[in-house]
Structure formats: structure tokens, C-alpha cells
T-cell receptor, first 113, second 114 residues
Framework: KAGVTQTPRYLIKTRGQQVTLSCSPI?????VSWYQQTPGQGLQFLFEYFSETQRNKGNFPGRFSGRQFSNSRSEMNVSTLELGDSALYLC????????????FGPGTRLLVL | AQKVTQAQTEISVVEKEDVTLDCVYE???????LFWYKQPPSGELVFLIRRNSFDEQNEISGRYSWNFQKSTSSFNFTITASQVVDSAVYFCALSESGRRALTFGSGTRLQVQP
């Protein structure tokens, strides 16, 4: 089976812009979670989608949003980018059964100038 | 609230040495799950092991072994006869019953010198 794929792998944006990141889960997986990794805050949970519905949400401002499509692919959007949004954004997929292992993609590295 | 502590920020060993990475967790749940992930320089988190709170058996997989002790809220990871390819950042993570969100520790950077 192919693993989790994320596009694009690298992005450079300027403050105030918005960005959309994409994640395709492992075939058959219905849950997609997003995490932000920064040197200062480490790995933090953003949100989780299952069957096109947001099931859990982390402690991030409303500028961070996401959605999931009927084929389980997910996108996350960050509006009005700030310098502090520079990070590695990781997507993880799992079968959808709670506490099942999450398998991560290679991440999208976002740099905000 | 749940918390995962990895007190060792960075460890450097010479190839073939054994090394133990510590993980201490806090949770009020009686049902929870613990994980270890490896993050090589490429950035992708690679799953290593998953353990639920009712299974305190230690596990060995090749050169890797895990020691889960509920009495001390610890889930330590030992690499036997380390190799240069083991160089990476290792993360311990916790998820509580009913929630998929993983709470990660701050990670331990392991450098294995040839």
C-alpha cells in the first residue's frame, strides 16, 4: 500500500497570505489528523477529520481550518499567515477506530516571510 | 490534562553501545495508549510501537525493546548495539481513551557516532 502523501512538500509565503495544504491518506483509512511541528512548541495537534466531519480540534486560532472529502483526502488552510506559522505540517492517517495507530506523511514545510 | 516528558534532550553514543530513551507520562485516564515514533532528518514520523494501558508486557523487536511500567508512569525505549542509522529524533506520545489526538513529548535527539 502506498503511504500517506502530502503536497506540496515545501512552500514559501509572505505574511498576510493564505495557504492550503493537501493530504492523501493510506488507502482504506478514513481518519486524517493534522499536526504542527515547530522548534519552540514541538509537535501539536491541530484537528482530526473522520468521514468528512471534524471530530477533534486542538488549541489553535480560527485561522487554521480544514476539511475532508468523500474520498478521505483532506486539506488544511491557514489564512492571514503570521511569521509564527512557519513550521512542518504533518498529516497522519488511521483506520478510524479510536486509538488505532496513526501513520504519518512526509510533511509540508511552510516558511512565512 | 495529559502530559509526556522526555527529559533527555540529546544523547550521543558510539556505535554498538546500548542506549535507553526515557519517557514519563501523566494522565487521569485508566485507559490510554502509548507510542514511540522515530523522526529521521527527512522529517517523516515513523511508527515504532503502540502499547495500551492494560498491557504491561515488555516487548522486544530485534535490537529494540520497550519497558512499560505503570507504577512509575514510564515507557522507556532501549536500543541494543546502536548503529549509525539509528540517529534520529525519537518521540514518545500518549492518547487517551476516546480521543485520537496524540500528545507528544519534546523528543530526544540520538546521535550515534561511528
Amino acid at each position: 500500500k502506498a503511504g500517506v502523501t502530502q503536497t506540496p512538500r515545501y512552500l514559501i509565503k509572505t505574511r498576510g497570505q493564505q495557504v492550503t495544504l493537501s493530504c492523501s491518506p493510506i488507502s482504506g483509512h478514513r481518519s486524517v489528523s493534522w499536526y504542527q511541528q515547530t522548534p519552540g512548541q514541538g509537535l501539536q495537534f491541530l484537528f482530526e477529520y473522520f468521514s468528512e466531519t471534524q471530530r477533534n480540534k486542538g488549541n489553535f486560532p480560527g485561522r487554521f481550518s480544514g476539511r475532508q472529502f468523500s474520498n478521505s483526502r483532506s486539506e488544511m488552510n491557514v489564512s492571514t499567515l503570521e511569521l509564527g506559522d512557519s513550521a512542518l505540517y504533518l498529516c497522519a492517517s488511521s483506520s478510524g477506530v479510536v486509538q488505532e495507530t496513526q501513520y504519518f506523511g512526509p510533511g509540508t514545510r511552510l516558511l512565512v516571510l | 490534562a495529559q502530559k509526556v516528558t522526555q527529559a533527555q534532550t540529546e544523547i550521543s553514543v558510539v556505535e554498538k553501545e546500548d542506549v535507553t530513551l526515557d519517557c514519563v507520562y501523566e494522565t487521569r485516564d485508566t485507559t490510554y495508549y502509548l507510542f514511540w515514533y522515530k523522526q529521521p532528518p527527512s522529517g517523516e514520523l515513523v511508527f515504532l510501537i503502540r502499547r495500551n494501558s492494560f498491557d504491561e508486557q515488555n516487548e522486544i523487536s530485534g535490537r529494540y525493546s520497550w519497558n512499560f511500567q505503570k507504577s512509575t508512569s514510564s515507557f522507556n525505549f532501549t536500543i541494543t548495539a546502536s548503529q549509525v542509522v539509528d540517529s534520529a529524533v525519537y518521540f514518545c506520545a500518549l492518547s487517551e481513551s476516546g480521543r485520537r489526538a496524540l500528545t507528544f513529548g519534546s523528543g530526544t535527539r540520538l546521535q550515534v557516532q561511528p
